[in-house]
């Protein structure tokens, strides 16, 4: 099954260094039956994408926390999408939400998605707030809608350590 993992840039080098990433909690999301039966149209792609942006929201948790640890981190969503076996559904969560077994490989990796350097205003921002809107507070809805209306930059898995140098 496809998974979209949250994570950050730190995270990322981390992945890098080690060769293999572990979801925080085992988190993932990915385009699940109660995903599907939550939409009334769309076909599969379009839902994947739906389970993608998922993530980047998770992402955005991700980053408040490595932010108030240092606050010189680079401000922008990760998003690594990979092809994981015997993922766990976990609709009690989220729709979208499934539990990954173990660590995820380079090898499993399809795919790393990223903020550009144009979203990272927005993106701190919303870091600082989804919480809130999660909570319905319409001005951090606001603010993480801002961040979300960037799309994230799509990287093959051999590219990571060249962006992440570059960064």
Do not use: C
């Amino acid at each position: 099954m496809r998974v979209f993992l949250p994570a950050t840039l730190g995270m990322l080098h981390q992945l890098v260094a080690d060769e293999e990433f572990r979801p925080v909690g085992g988190t993932a999301f990915a385009l699940t039956p109660a995903l599907r039966e939550s939409y009334a149209s769309g076909d599969a792609e379009d839902m994947e994408y739906i389970a993608m942006l998922d993530a980047a929201r998770a992402s955005l948790r991700l980053l408040a926390a490595e932010l108030s640890e240092n606050t010189e981190a680079l401000p922008r969503r990760a998003v690594i999408a990979a092809d994981v076996d015997d993922v766990k559904l976990r609709p009690d969560l989220d729709y979208s939400v499934v539990k990954v077994p173990g660590p995820v490989t380079m090898k499993m990796i399809a795919s790393v998605h990223v903020d550009t350097a144009e979203a990272e205003p927005a993106v701190r921002a919303a870091s600082a707030v989804v919480d809130a809107a999660d909570l319905g507070d319409p001005d951090a809805e606001f603010t993480v809608g801002s961040a979300e209306d960037h799309a994230l930059a799509w990287y093959a898995p051999q590219e990571l350590p060249f962006l992440l140098e570059l960064m």
